[in-house]
Structures are given as structure tokens and as C-alpha cells.
């Protein structure tokens, strides 16, 4: 069974939303192995806290993580949005922190990111690119519960919370693989109104407009408080061969309307996304 780290890898919102909440872990920290592990994750639409961004824009993140046996850890992101202006990349995300274990059942992260966004931001920009994230996760033998918490800071602050809960079916030496496992989940999503904006999307609320790649972006002091954004059920299957695993989820995404969002309809969406990881 992988490390916590790699665990924290696979999809849970996935990156689809982006810049996500840490999936449940599926596995305990690993506090004899020093890893890497190579990513790449492919939405097939792009939503973040309930909110789709772009119209059926894809997205791509490749990243990749080294993880320390003391439980440090860092991950270089890219990200590619198909909805922003040539050459559609949006930006690059370096994250620091550390993960271990509290209990045999109990483990936790703690970390810091920094977003580059390209083109870079000016003086005028007001998007918020640093974020704190304090997130744990607890076994409950066939479920295991996830909180995520985030406070994003700049020249604007904003926050959001995570609640999730996971089930897990898994098979091991089935078919070929090491490890087949389907793992369904719900999760509930708080924010307040400038989260949305967090990542130069396309989506817009009052007071808020970001459009990074024709350099227009408007916010105000996020005034609104925590308020409830969406839920979120997942389906992911992921297998296991050697330094392998692949996972192939799907989502369907529920948003709740607030008095932040535009007049335009706010409907559910579905999608599936994938992820291929490489741990050496």
C-alpha cells in the first residue's frame, strides 16, 4: 500500500476543482520511504467549490511530488485551462508541507502554496495567490471522514471548508493488478465569496470579475461570510501495478445559489476525469 503522500494524489474533487481539497487517505504515512511521484490529471470540465469555469473546458494539471521520510513534502504543479486565452497556460502552483499520522486511524497535513499565474500579476491584479490548508482525515473501518480547511491571502482574504466521506471496496491480486478499488464519496463545500476567484478563472460573482488572459480583474473586500457553495458525489476506480496507478472518476456536482452569484442559471454538471501517477 502506497504512503499517505501518494494517497493524497488521487482524486477526490479531483483537480478539476481546482486547486482542491486533499482526497481521504487511503493509507497510513509511510515513515521509511523517501518518494517521487509523477502526475498527470485530466478533466474532461473544470468546476471549483460547485461552480463550473469555462463552458466544458477541459483541463490538465501534470505535477510532481517529492515526499520525505520525516513526513515533509513538496509538489510542483502546472496547470492548463483550455478556457483561457492562448497559450492557455494558467499558471504554476508550488506547495510545502508536511503529513503524518496522529493514531493508526488519524492522519493529518498541514501546508503552504504559492501561485504564479501567467501572465504574471501586476500591480492592478487583486487574485490571491497564497494559501494556508490544514486538512485531516480519520478511518472508520469501511468509511473514512476528510476536513479540509484553507485560508487564502493577498490583497484579498478568503476561506473555504471541506466535508467529506469516503467508502472503500477493494480487491488486491485481482485481474493482474496489485490493488483494484472503488471508492464512492460525498462531499460538502463552504466558502465565502472570493474563494471563487482564488485561481483567475473565468467565473464570475458580483464584485468580482477575473479574466486573466485580456488582464481584467475587479474584486472587492469579500464582506460575505462562510455561506454554503455545493456538494459533490464521486465515483472513483482506481488500480494499482507496481509503481502504477490510474484512476478513472466520475462526478456530479450540485451548487447551491447565494446571493454572491449571478442572475444566470446555476445547474448541476457531471464529468469524468483521470489521473496517472508514477511513484519511484
Known sequence: MKSLLVALLLPFSALAQIGAPPPIALATHDSTATNWTLSLLADQRTFYLGREYGDHAYSLLPSITYSHPSGFYGTLSGYYFHASEPPRYAFTDLELGYANDLTKHWAYSLSYD????????????KLIPNGLEAYTTYDLGPLQAGLDYNFFFGKSTAQTIALALRAKAHKTHWLGF????????????????????????????????????????????????????????????????????????????????????????LPPGAYLSAQVDFSF
Do not use: N
Open 114 to 125: 504559492r501561485i504564479f499565474f501567467s501572465p504574471p500579476l501586476t500591480a492592478t491584479d
Open 178 to 265: 496489485d490493488e483494484v478499488s472503488l471508492l464512492p464519496g460525498a462531499e460538502v463545500l463552504w466558502g465565502s465569496s472570493l474563494a471563487l476567484a482564488r485561481y483567475g478563472g473565468t467565473y464570475s460573482t458580483t464584485g468580482i470579475t477575473t479574466v486573466r488572459g485580456r488582464r481584467k480583474t475587479t474584486q472587492t473586500t469579500d464582506s460575505q461570510p462562510m455561506r454554503l457553495l455545493g456538494y459533490e458525489l464521486t465515483l472513483p476506480l482506481a488500480i494499482e501495478r507496481g509503481p502504477f496507478t490510474c484512476t478513472l472518476t466520475g462526478h456530479y456536482v450540485v451548487p447551491c445559489r447565494t446571493l454572491s452569484d449571478p442572475a444566470t442559471p
